[in-house]
């Protein structure tokens, strides 16, 4: 069997998946499940996923796996996507986590509210664009400092916060306010040939 994503194009957490097999060279499929029309929540799907959510995977031997970080890190163990020093390493999960808890709920939700719900700017939350401005900032601090967010190499914290970062102003965030972020979104895509 061939590794089956089952994911809707417009989200960064099914990109992510993606961009992360075509680095690796792993062969896969791709099934568009529109979330947009309960696509993810018919019988069929939720047999597979009781979440009810894309990505879901179905990996080579069957199995599946869900949630688009654990997807990416059991698709690159023991690649040079996870770095093999313990704190370096240990950095890398701390931008995943960070991503998850403190990036994705804010920049990604603000361009569901306006690119999929169309909503226009005054109907975002104050509160979602706040955090969000603080996470990018977050993001500009570091990469100030060093090319990549983990030190010198690409490594899955790139590949996870550049998903939704890259299309932040679909979300009502100007990325011309943060240059170092808008070199290393360049940066990335060119690793990961994100053409789209
Ligand atoms: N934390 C999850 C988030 C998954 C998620 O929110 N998926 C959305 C699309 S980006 C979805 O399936 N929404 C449809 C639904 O919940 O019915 C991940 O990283 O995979």
């Known amino acids: 069997m061939t590794l089956h994503i089952h994911g809707y194009s417009r989200s960064g957490n099914c990109l992510k998946i993606k961009w992360t097999a075509q680095k690796l060279g792993l062969p896969f499929e791709w099934t568009e499940v529109d979330v947009m029309t309960g696509g993810s929540r018919t019988p069929a799907f939720l047999a597979m996923n009781p979440a009810g959510q894309v990505p879901t995977v179905v990996l080579e031997d069957g199995r599946v796996l869900a949630q688009s970080n654990a997807v990416i890190l059991h698709l690159a163990d023991g690649s040079n996507l996870i770095p093999k020093d313990p704190y370096e390493r240990a950095k890398m ?11 994705e709920p804010y920049i990604a939700v603000a361009r569901f509210h306006r690119l999929m719900l ?11 664009m706040e955090r969000g401005e603080a996470a990018l900032e977050r993001l500009e601090l570091q990469l100030s400092e060093t ?18 970062t890259r299309v932040a102003d679909e979300g009502g965030f100007d990325l011309a306010r943060y240059p170092a972020i808008q070199a290393w979104v360049t940066r990335v895509e060119a690793a990961l040939r994100i053409t789209d």
């Open 147 to 164: 090319p990549f967010l983990v030190g010198d190499h690409l490594s899955l914290a790139d590949v996870a916060l550049v998903a939704y």
């Open 93 to 103: 999960f701390e931008w995943l986590f960070w991503e998850q808890y403190s990036h």
């Open 118 to 128: 169309g909503k226009g700017p005054d109907e975002v939350e104050a509160r979602i």
